[in-house]
C-alpha cells in the first residue's frame, strides 16, 4: 500500500517515514521543504536502507496534486503539511487559514477526484483550549485562543461535514500532545528555525550552547511546582500512532478522533531536571512572566486510542530526553543545507 505522506520531510512526519517504511508500508512524500531540508530524506534511507519517492511541492497547488496521484497508487494520505508556530498565527492569520485550511481543502478535493478515501489529519491539544478538568478525553469541548489552534479546529469541523457527504471515507484526526524527542539513532530530529517557541528544543539549545539560558515562563500557575504541565509523547510513539490509525482505517470506514498522548503530565521545572540528568549539563534558567495564552494543565486521557487502536506510548521521560540530547548533540545546528 501506497500512502502520500504531506508534511514527510518535517519532525513528525519523517519519523512517522521511518516507522513505516520499517513495518513494510511505501510512502510517498510530499512537501513544499517550506520549514524542513532535503537532507532529512538522506538520513531515512540511511536508517531504512529506502530513500522514499518525494515530490517537492505545495498542498495548494492542485494540479501538482492531480499529477501525484495520476502517478501513484495512493490508497491513504497522511496530511501532517501546515504550519505550527502559534505566535507568527496571531501576526499573520491570512498565512495559517491559506496554508492550514484552503490547503486541506485543496487536498481534499484531488483526494475525491482521484478516488482516494482515506485520511489521518495531523490535529492537536490546542484544540482543547483551556480544559476545565484533567486528563482531558476527545467528548470535551473545543475552542480556539488563537489562529494556529482555530485552523486545526476549523479543519476539524470542515472534516466532519465531509465526512457527512462522503460517508465512504475514512477520517482519523489524531490530537497530539507535546511531541518531543527523537529517532534513537540520533539522525532524526527536530530542528526549529530560528528561535525555538517549544520548551524540549529550547532546553537542547541551551544544553548544547546555543541559548544562554531557558526562560521558564511563569511559576505561579496551580501545579506541582507553580511552573506548566504538559503531556510530553515520544515522537517514535506519536508515529506508531499513525501506523496503528492506518491499521484500524482497514477496518472501519467513518470519522474518528483521537488523543495521541501518554496520559502523565510534567512540568517546566521537572522536564529541566530531567534533561540536565540526560545531558549531564547543568541547564540555567530564569523564571519569566507567565506567556500569553499559556494555560496551567493539558494532559491527555488515552484511553480511547488504546481501546480502539491498541495503541500507547511505551517510552518514558528518560527516552525523550536521552533521544533528544543523542540528536542535539551529534547535530547542533540542526541538518545540514544540500
Ligand atoms: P514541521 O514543520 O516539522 O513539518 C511540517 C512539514 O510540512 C514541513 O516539512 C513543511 O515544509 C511542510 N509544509 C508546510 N506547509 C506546506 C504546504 N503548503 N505544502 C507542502 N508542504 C508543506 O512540523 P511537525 O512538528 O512535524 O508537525 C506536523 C503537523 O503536526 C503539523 O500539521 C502541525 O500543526 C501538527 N502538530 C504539531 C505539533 C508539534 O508540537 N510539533 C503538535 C500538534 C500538532
Ligand atoms: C504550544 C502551543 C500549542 C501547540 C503546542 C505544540 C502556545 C501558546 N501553545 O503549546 O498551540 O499545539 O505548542 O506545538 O504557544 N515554556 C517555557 N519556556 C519556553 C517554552 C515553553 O517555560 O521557552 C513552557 C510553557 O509555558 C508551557 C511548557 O513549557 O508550560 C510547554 O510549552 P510548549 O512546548 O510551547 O507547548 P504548549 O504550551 O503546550
Known sequence: MKVLVTGGVGYIGSHTCVQMIEAGMTPVILDNLYNSKETVLDRVEKLTGVRPVFYKGDIRDRAFLDQVFAEQDIGSVIHFAGLKAVGESVEQPLKYYDNNVNGTLVLVEAMLAADVNSLIFSSSATVYGDPASVPIREDFPTSATNPYG??????????????????????????????????????????????????????????????????VFGNDYPTVDGTGVRDYIHVVDLANGHLAALNHRGKTAGL???????????????????????????????????????????????????????????????????????????????????
Open 150 to 215: 482555530r485552523s486545526k479546529l476549523m479543519v476539524e469541523e470542515i472534516l466532519t461535514d465531509i465526512h457527512k457527504a462522503h460517508p465512504e471515507m475514512s477520517i482519523t484526526i489524531l490530537r497530539y500532545f507535546n511531541p518531543v524527542g527523537s529517532h534513537k539513532s540520533g539522525e532524526l530530529g527536530e530542528d526549529p528555525q530560528g528561535i525555538p517557541n517549544n520548551l524540549m528544543p529550547f532546553i537542547s539549545q541551551v544544553a548544547v550552547g546555543r541559548r544562554e539560558y531557558l526562560s
Open 256 to 338: 474518528h478522533i483521537y488523543n495521541l498522548g501518554t496520559g502523565n503530565g510534567y512540568s517546566v521545572l521537572q522536564m529541566v531536571k530531567a534533561f540536565s540528568k540526560a545531558s549531564g549539563v547543568n541547564i540555567e534558567y530564569k523564571i519569566a512572566p507567565r506567556r500569553p495564552g499559556d494555560i496551567a494543565e493539558c494532559w491527555a486521557d488515552p484511553a480511547k486510542a488504546k481501546s480502539e487502536l491498541q495503541w500507547q506510548a511505551s517510552h518514558t521521560l528518560d527516552d525523550m530526553t536521552a533521544d533528544t540530547w543523542r540528536w542535539q548533540s551529534q547535530n547542533p545546528t540542526g541538518y545540514p543545507s544540500k
